[in-house]
């Protein structure tokens, strides 16, 4: 059975990891060249470029956790961290609208229908969230204070309708500590980020997409001003639904 882990330890092992852990950016350059070597289309390369250098976060992480000895006490449906903003470049939004149309017909059909009823029912909330800057420091605690959940969160599960190709930012929050806190407070000080994978993650499928664009290629995405366009994944999702992401 884990045992949950006090403030004091965490700090101490985050410290660990910040003093004595080495990245290897050659691991998700590994995904980008073998991608890139491939006899697979473009579209192809981007969607499983993308999806494989998310899943290389979680496997980061897990090897940060292997060195300093701790388990996340996160589990499934508990879904606190959902409530939290969410923001994605242009670039990675299209990828995920992308990834959804190849999904089951049934699947995409269930997140399409879930995602009707969101903007409908929380158009409210929606407005005010929207209306934040998320360039501001504060953005994290005034978002989270509206308690609004993610599009992507299932009301029923409290799962993630897109789990594997959830954003970074969704992968990197983990909570070592009773996860009770997470229930207690919007802001609680115990979990822990990993949020500075987000550079690795991104320079590499920034990377991918910079080859794929020298080289002539058809891209879904206009790059590079959707590399560096941010919003609040809320937003994109509206935007895609009005068929308006391409003229913002």
């Known amino acids: 059975m884990n045992r949950y882990l006090r403030q004091e330890e ?7 990891i ?10 998700f350059d590994n995904i980008v060249d073998e991608l890139l070597n491939s006899e697979n289309d473009t579209e192809e390369v981007i969607l499983e470029g993308f999806q494989r250098l998310l899943t290389e976060v979680n496997h980061e992480i897990g090897r940060m956790e292997q060195h300093v000895d701790m388990t996340p006490s996160c ?25 959804i149309e190849n999904f089951s017909q049934e699947r995409k059909e269930r ?33 989270k204070k509206l308690n609004l959940p993610c599009p992507m ?8 309708m897109a789990y594997e190709v ?14 009770k806190v997470c229930a207690e407070k919007h802001l609680p000080e115990e979990p822990f980020s990993y949020e500075f994978l987000y550079d690795s993650y991104f320079g590499a499928v920034n990377e991918l997409i910079q080859v794929l664009y020298e080289n002539g290629e058809d891209l879904f ?3 590079p001003a959707d590399a560096w366009s941010y919003d609040f ?6 935007k895609w639904r009005e068929g308006i992401i391409d003229e913002v």
């Not at 969704?170 to 500590?177: A, E």
Request: charged share 25%; hydrophobic share 35%; glycine share 2%.
């Open 10 to 16: 965490i700090v101490e092992k985050s410290n660990k």
């Open 18 to 27: 910040n003093e004595t852990y080495e990245l290897d950016p050659q691991v």
């Open 221 to 223: 995405v206009d790059y």
């Open 153 to 160: 969160l299932d009301p029923t599960t409290h799962a993630c």
């Open 166 to 179: 959830r954003p970074v930012p969704c992968r990197t929050y983990l909570n070592y500590s009773d996860p």
């Open 75 to 99: 589990f499934k449906g508990c879904a606190f961290c959902c409530y939290f903003p969410i923001i994605v470049s242009k670039m990675e939004a299209k990828m995920l609208f992308r990834s």
């Open 111 to 143: 997140i399409y229908d879930h995602w009707g009823n969101y903007y409908a029912s929380q158009s409210h909330k929606l407005n005010q969230a929207l209306a934040l800057d998320h360039t501001d420091e504060d953005v994290k605690l005034d978002y």
């Open 233 to 238: 994944l809320p937003a994109w999702i509206q």
